[in-house]
């Protein structure tokens, strides 16, 4: 389905710009597998892939249903928000999160509901927590949404107002989802199957939140079987003290620094009519790298 592989492609993207300063770069290794080799260890990052990748066919199957491209589902049909004004009419066509919601849930935990794992197995536990992270992953789409309203009448006097269920920017789901990962709570799988907290002194994660059971692994070397690529050869930032400085980034083994040159539109003006007319400015930058 198209908008299945509209929402597969729209998670991998916005992985990348999530992780695109941090040592695992949301590498991709393998197609087939969409995140790769990363996804065969139940770390924080596996959490991170399945909630983002619920979140994006959620999202696009929805939209797509808003849109007419699914004959199976139309516009929302959610109830009328309680917190609405009384003369505001709740109509129009909203994306159907709750159809992108059920059809996210059916298509993609079939595959760890199907398979059978023994009681209490460090197989059992990673199906669990795969289930756990793509409903995460669903709820964050529609935690994310919000109502949205229009005003009708002549000239703009607004006399109706009709409102909608609405998704938000994809990036404001991977933004909630990045924040969920830094926060993500560790646990393990008991003798009776169920997913438990590994130290008690923490708070029980709820639905919202990512949950994992092993530590990640070195991604400041390159390991094809973890599916790291290690930060050798990274743009770093020298003076950043944050996760994508040449410090953190790099591991420790220092950096590389050349002088490149990098040409770009500069004292653009607006030539009438209908031009913009701009120069080419030459600028000389310093490039740091991992090395």
């Known amino acids: 389905m198209l908008a299945v592989a509209n929402g597969a492609h729209q998670a991998l993207l916005e992985c990348r710009h999530q992780f695109q ?8 290794l ?3 597998n969409v995140f790769g080799p990363v996804t065969s260890i139940p770390s924080r ?3 991170f892939a399945h909630a983002l990748a619920a979140a994006g066919v959620t999202y696009a199957v929805s939209r797509a249903c808003r849109d007419g491209h699914l004959s199976s589902c139309g516009c929302s049909r959610m ?3 309680k917190t609405l004004r009384k003369d505001w009419i709740w109509g129009g066509c909203g994306d159907n999160l709750e159809y992108g919601y059920k059809f996210a849930q059916g298509f993609i935990d079939v595959r760890e509901r199907e398979r059978k794992f023994k009681r209490g197995s460090r197989k059992q536990g990673h199906a669990l927590m ?3 992270n793509n409903e995460a992953g669903r709820r964050a789409v529609i935690k994310m949404s919000r109502v949205t309203c229009k005003c009708h009448g002549v000239s703009g006097s607004c006399s109706l107002i009709t409102c909608w269920q609405q ?3 994809f990036r404001e789901v991977g933004d909630f989802i990045r924040d969920k990962y830094d926060g993500a709570t560790e646990v393990r799988v008991n003798k009776r199957g169920r997913l438990q907290l590994r130290d008690s002194r923490f708070r029980l994660p709820t639905a919202n939140d990512l949950v994992y059971l092993e530590e990640s692994p070195n991604y400041c070397i390159r390991n094809y079987t973890v599916g790291s690529l290690g930060t050798e050869g990274r743009i770093c ?3 950043s003290i944050d996760l994508d400085g040449c410090n953190l980034l ?3 083994r220092g950096y590389n620094t050349m002088k490149t040159t990098l040409k770009e539109r500069c004292q653009c003006k607006f030539k009438w009519c209908c031009e913009v007319e701009c120069k080419t400015c030459i600028k000389s930058i310093e490039l740091h790298t991992c090395k």
């Open 45 to 47: 990052e596996t959490a």
């Open 79 to 81: 109830g009328r928000p």
């Open 130 to 132: 795969n289930l756990h």
């Open 30 to 32: 393998d197609e087939l």
């Open 21 to 28: 300063h941090r040592r695992w770069n949301c590498s991709i």
């Open 250 to 252: 790099c591991c420790g």
């Open 237 to 239: 930032n020298r003076t």
């Open 167 to 169: 998704l938000s920017n």
